[in-house]
C-alpha cells in the first residue's frame, strides 16, 4: 500500500514549456485534489475530483487543466508555464472528504525560469 | 475566503502548553487541522464536525465554536516531535463542494529543549 505518490519530485521549466504532474494513490479513494503551497501562503486548492469523470475547480486554477479518467489518477497539467507558477504541489486523496483525512503525497517541487 | 490562524509563530520549551487559534467569517461544516514539518507532507491531525462530532490524534484536543466559526488546537505538554508548522482547512457550510478545504496561512510551532 503506497498510498498517495507523485512523480517527479522535482522539476525545472522554461517559461512557456507545458508538463504534467502525475498523481496516483491506492485506496480506492474517490476524492482527489490538487493543491499549491507557496512561502507564507498556505496550501491554496487548485483542482479537485470527487470521481473519475468528475472534476471542478478550486481557489486558483488559471493555467492548469486536470481530468480523472480513472479512481487512482489524477495528473495535472500545466499548460504554458509561467514564473508564478514556481511552487511545490501537493496531490491529496480522501474517501470521505468532510469527515475522514486527506492523504497527502509527497510533493512536487517545480521551478519554472 | 482563507480562515485566519493565530499566532504567526510561537516558541516553546518542552513541557509547555500551546493553543492555535483558527477564525473563519464563513459558517463552516467541519475544520480540519494538520501539522507540517519542513519538506514534507501535511499529516492529519484532527477534524471537527459541526454538532460536536472529533476525529483525531489521542495527545492532541480541539475545540470547534459553531456559533463564532472559530476553532483551537490545544497541544499541551509539548514534544520536541510538535514542531512544525500547524494548518486549519476549513470546508463551509453552504455552496462549493463537500470536502474542499480553504487552509489557513499556518502557525509556525517551534519546540526548544
Known amino acids: 500500500n503506497a498510498g498517495v505518490t507523485q512523480t517527479p519530485k522535482f522539476q525545472v521549466l522554461k517559461t512557456g514549456q507545458s508538463m504534467t504532474l502525475q498523481c496516483a494513490q491506492d485506496?480506492?479513494?474517490?476524492?482527489m485534489s490538487w493543491y499549491r503551497q507557496d512561502p507564507g501562503m498556505g496550501l491554496r486548492l487548485i483542482h479537485y475530483?470527487?470521481?473519475?469523470?468528475?472534476?471542478d475547480q478550486g481557489e486558483v486554477p488559471n493555467g492548469y487543466n486536470v481530468s480523472r479518467s480513472t479512481t487512482e489518477d489524477f495528473p495535472l497539467r500545466l499548460l504554458s508555464a509561467a514564473p508564478s507558477q514556481t511552487s511545490v504541489y501537493f496531490c491529496?486523496?480522501?474517501?470521505?472528504?468532510?469527515?475522514?483525512?486527506?492523504?497527502f503525497g509527497p510533493g512536487t517541487r517545480l521551478t519554472v525560469l | 475566503q482563507q480562515p485566519v490562524q493565530s499566532p504567526q509563530a510561537v516558541i516553546l520549551r518542552e513541557g509547555e502548553d500551546a493553543v492555535i487559534n483558527c477564525s473563519s467569517s464563513k459558517a463552516l461544516y467541519s475544520v480540519h487541522w494538520y501539522r507540517q514539518k519542513h519538506g514534507e507532507a501535511p499529516v492529519f491531525l484532527m477534524i471537527?464536525?459541526?454538532?460536536?462530532e472529533q476525529k483525531g490524534h489521542e495527545k492532541i484536543s480541539a475545540s470547534f465554536n459553531e456559533k463564532k466559526q472559530q476553532s483551537s488546537l490545544y497541544l499541551t505538554a509539548s514534544q520536541l516531535s510538535y514542531s512544525g508548522t500547524y494548518f486549519c482547512g476549513t470546508e463551509a457550510e453552504y455552496g462549493g463542494s463537500q470536502g474542499n478545504l480553504i487552509f489557513g496561512k499556518g502557525t509556525k510551532l517551534s519546540v526548544k529543549p
Open positions: 475530483s470527487v470521481g473519475a469523470g468528475i472534476t
Open positions: 485506496m480506492n479513494h474517490e476524492y
Open positions: 471537527l464536525l459541526k454538532g460536536g
Open positions: 491529496a486523496s480522501s474517501a470521505f472528504p468532510s469527515t475522514d483525512t486527506q492523504y
